[in-house]
Each structure stands twice: as C-alpha cells, then as structure tokens.
C-alpha cells in the first residue's frame, strides 16, 4: 500500500509538471529552440562565423527561412535579432502540443489505473482477513471434533462388555470422522481460494508497474536524445 501511494503521488507530480510546461509550449510562437541545453545563434551559416547569442531551450523564434544545405535557419528574436541556427535545434510548437497532450493523456490513464488497482487491492485484502477468520474458526472446531473422538474412543474402549452402546459410539465415531474429513476439505478449497485471489494481486500490481515503466524510461530517453543530439 505504501508502494502504491508513492507511485500515485509521483504521478500526479509529473502529470502537474507536464500540465505547466505545456502552458509555457502554448504561450511561445510557431517555432522555438528544441530542448537543449543552450544553441548558439551565429551571424552566418557555419561555425566559423561570430556567435551573437547563446539562446536557452524554450527560446522563441520567427523561422525567415531553411537553407537544407547548410542546415542552418534563418530567425529572428522577440528583441529583433537576427542570425542562424541549425535547424535540427527548432521545432515546431504544434508537434509539440500533441505529444504534451498525448503524455498527459497516458500519464492520467496510469493515474486512474493505479487508483483502481489500490482499491482493488484493499477490498482483496479484506477478503482475506475474512477468510483468515473462517480458516481459524474452522481450525478449531476440527481441533475440537478430534478431542470429542479421542474421548468417544477413549469410552469406547472402557466398554466393551455393552455391546449396544458400544454400537452406537461406533456410529459417533463414524460420524464425527465424516465431519472432520469435510472440514478438512473446506479448509484446503479455502486455501486454494485465498492464494488464487493473492495471485491476482501480484499480476494487477506488476501490470501497473510495467505500464509505468514504458512510460517514464521514454522520458529519459528522449531527454538523453536531446542532449546528444547537440
């Protein structure tokens, strides 16, 4: 239960950071700089040309133009500047919304799978401590059904010259022994019953896990890619 209030609260922290930042993705112009550490803005298409301005990621832009053969773009800042970028570093601010959208979207899903599972797992352990209960309360009625056999067989034995009760304590016997033998048999299909039902909480709790874990390795691969890129 711990695991599973951290993994929410994670969550719905990342779902708060996503919601913030695709806010500031909204407030920018048709383009901006790609999510690199910094880009250099230079006078000219090439290295050799002067750097005028280290531009941070977020940056916005007005794309002039594409030169595909350079690989540089022509833009220019809110403050007028003008100068080129690679053009690997700029993107275009509706792809961007789409993928937002689409993470939140998945990161909401997990949210609401991980809330269902939780109380799935709540009720399930209910569940089982009601079982637990059945299972000791039939554990000691069977314990003492075997003293009940024990002394019947006990008496029996003392009384062997009367011959009719000896009869019907046989019967007892017999019966008692068909009472425990069916005790014995509700207690194992209780057994069977509770460790089918922790079976399932383990596969309901490893499929929340796996979810989570195609989303957020995604996250940090695409930030890695970022970075190398540049």
């Avoid at 053969?69 to 007028?80: A, C, E, M, Q, T």
Wanted: some cysteine; aromatic content about 4%; glycine content about 6%.
């Amino acid at each position: 239960m711990i695991v599973l209030a951290y993994r929410q609260g994670a969550l719905q922290m990342l779902l708060l950071s996503l919601a913030l930042a695709f806010s500031l993705a909204a407030a920018e112009e048709a383009s901006y700089v790609t999510n690199t550490k910094e880009v250099h803005l230079r006078a000219g298409q090439g290295t050799e040309y002067k750097i005028l301005r280290l531009l941070p990621s977020g940056t916005p832009l007005t794309l002039i133009e594409h030169d595909t053969k350079s690989g540089y773009s022509k833009v220019r800042l809110r403050d007028g500047t003008v100068g080129w970028v690679l053009t690997r570093h700029i993107s275009d601010e509706r792809s961007c919304r789409i993928q937002l959208q689409s993470l939140s979207d998945k990161i909401q899903t997990l949210t609401m799978e991980n809330n269902r599972l939780a109380q799935e797992l709540s009720n399930l352990q209910n569940q089982k401590n009601t079982l637990s209960a059945e299972h000791s309360a039939l554990a000691e009625r069977a314990n003492q059904l075997a003293i009940e056999l024990n002394r019947i067989r006990a008496i029996s034995g003392n009384t062997l010259a009367i011959e009719d009760e000896r009869n019907q304590l046989r019967e007892r016997v017999i019966a008692l022994e068909r009472d425990l033998n069916q005790l014995k048999l509700e207690n194992q299909t209780l057994s069977q019953e509770q460790s089918q039902r922790w079976f399932l909480i383990g596969a309901g709790v490893l499929g929340g896990g796996i979810l989570a874990g195609l989303i957020l390795p995604r996250l940090t691969w695409r930030r890695r890619h970022s970075w190398s890129s540049f």
